[in-house]
């Protein structure tokens, strides 16, 4: 297998909804273009959007599974953000608009007991990654492929909600690029650390149902709780499906 780009996936709605992406232009220090660019905080936040905030004042998939069946579409010209979910069915609307019918959309989705969305806020300063630097998450499917075989089911890529895919045939080798930097198409990246998972990834991406005991697997077989590298953008480019990755 040649090590080049299979996949690229941005979340324009921190945890809510997925995009398939052919090319993208990559700035430096920034994240995926049109990731993470809001977020829905919830009753007990008062995250506003003017400073990255932790994944704490935002509803998110790790205590509403349900979340993870949705997925979207962002016009950049009109700003629009599309999202569909089997249960839920379709909503167009403008996050920087009037949102109102997005939260009654969304709210269906959410489980008892917890707190429930009250706003979309978007991000101004920095897009609302998982990390308080914007982050690319790149991701290896040899490393998907070891949590299938030790689960022994097949699962969906989407649970780990990774930017950039990959395979480098061997599992956790990624995890070698800390501290080193990873040139994808022209862009180039300084692989910054391991990302830690949470309950988000026992949920089925097709349903929203949990079904998997990834993080279990994942401190039983292997003996941490990571799935993917954080990186930073350090030199802008552009990257097309079927790019070569190579470290520097």
């Known amino acids: 297998m040649s090590h080049?780009?299979?996949?690229?996936?941005?979340?324009?709605?921190k945890a809510?909804?997925?995009?398939?992406?052919?090319?993208?232009?990559l700035i430096a220090g920034h994240a995926m273009p049109g990731d993470r660019l809001w977020a829905v905080a919830h009753d007990a936040s008062d995250a506003?959007?003017?400073e990255w905030a932790r994944c704490r004042n935002f509803t998110r998939a790790a205590g509403a599974p349900q979340l993870m069946a949705i997925s979207s579409l962002y016009n950049t010209q009109t700003g629009e953000v599309t999202l569909s979910h089997p249960a839920a069915g379709q909503i167009t609307f403008l996050p920087d608009g009037n949102a109102a019918g997005f939260l009654e959309w969304v709210r269906p989705l959410m489980p008892e007991g917890?707190?429930?969305p009250?706003?979309?806020?978007?991000?101004?300063a920095q897009a609302m990654t998982d990390t308080p630097y914007p982050s690319v998450t790149l991701a290896n499917l040899a490393s998907h492929r070891a949590v299938e075989a030790a689960i022994g089911t097949p699962l969906s890529r989407h649970r780990w909600r990774s930017n950039v895919w990959f395979?480098?045939?061997d599992a956790w080798t990624e995890e070698d690029w800390i501290d080193r930097e990873v040139q994808i198409g022209t862009a180039v990246f300084a692989v910054r650390e391991r990302m830690e998972r949470c309950m988000a990834t026992t949920a089925n991406p097709e349903t929203g149902e949990r079904d998997a005991e990834t993080l279990k697997t994942l401190n039983d077989r292997f003996g941490h709780q990571h799935f993917s590298v954080g990186a930073e953008v350090i030199r802008p480019g552009q990257i097309r499906l079927n790019d070569t990755v190579k470290v520097l």
């Open 48 to 50: 506003d959007g003017s």
């Open 167 to 169: 395979d480098l045939d």
């Open 16 to 25: 809510h909804g997925r995009e398939a992406l052919e090319q993208v232009t």
């Open 114 to 116: 917890r707190a429930m």
């Open 4 to 13: 080049t780009v299979t996949e690229l996936w941005r979340h324009t709605i």
């Open 118 to 124: 009250a706003r979309v806020v978007r991000a101004a």
